[in-house]
Every structure is written in structure tokens, then in C-alpha cells.
């Protein structure tokens, strides 16, 4: 069975590596679980996932690096009919930290921190 997407976050689903599900958890409460979609062209694979901006402009491809880092490539919307995203990035040896700036970046988020007490 394929998972192409969900609007909320179901973390329970999410059939995944726990660092991945807590990449997810770490980046929802940030930029709040509304402001992206999960886009899993790869529910076979454990150790990624795909993130996307909620207008599926934007992909967000994450992986499991080591036992602490994640390594990410970055892909924007078709330019042709042979695949949905075409590459425009990628990122090896990503602690949290960094995979918080490539992630809003590249989709164009801002940090809401729902985590962060004013």
C-alpha cells in the first residue's frame, strides 16, 4: 500500500525510523504541522521521508546519516511529464540545526515555534 501524502501529521502511521518520526515532530513544531505536508514516495524506506510546502511546489527529501545526522536533497516542482520533482539540492552531514534552515528555506517556511515559551 502506498502512503502519497497526508494533510496532518499522523504519527502513529508513520511507519518510519524513530529519528525520522522525531525530525517530523522536531519540524511541525517549529513551522506547525499545517504549513507542510508529508509526501512519501518512499513508505518501503525506513530511513526517509519526503516533505512537502502545502501547494506541492516545493520537496523536502530527508534520510537517516550515522546516528545523528540526516543528509537531504532538495527538488522543486516538474519541468517535464518524466518525473514530478526536479533536483536542485543536496546536503550531506545535517545536524537538527541544519536541517531546520534547509527545510524553511527551501520551502519557504517561518519558524512559528509552537515549542518556544515568549
Known amino acids: 500500500m502506498r502512503h502519497s501524502f497526508w494533510t496532518m501529521m499522523d504519527y502513529e502511521r508513520l511507519n518510519k525510523d524513530e529519528r525520522i518520526i522525531s525530525a517530523v515532530q522536531y519540524l511541525a513544531g ?5 504549513n507542510f505536508k508529508i509526501k512519501d514516495h518512499w513508505d518501503g524506506d525506513l530511513n526517509s521521508i519526503g516533505l512537502a510546502d502545502n501547494e506541492e511546489k516545493y ?9 545523528k545526522d540526516f543528509c537531504v536533497s532538495l527538488e522543486n516542482s516538474k519541468t517535464s511529464d518524466d518525473f514530478p520533482y526536479e533536483p536542485t539540492g543536496n546536503f550531506d552531514n ?3 540545526d541544519g536541517l531546520e ?11 512559528t515555534d509552537t515549542q518556544q515559551k515568549p
Not at 517549529?30 to 499545517?34: A, M
Not at 534552515?101 to 519558524?111: E, M, N, P, T
Open 101 to 111: 534552515i534547509v527545510f524553511a528555506q527551501h520551502l519557504r517556511l517561518k519558524i
Open 59 to 67: 520537496l523536502v527529501y530527508i534520510s537517516t546519516y550515522g546516528e
Open 94 to 96: 545535517l545536524g537538527i
Open 30 to 34: 517549529k513551522f506547525g504541522e499545517n
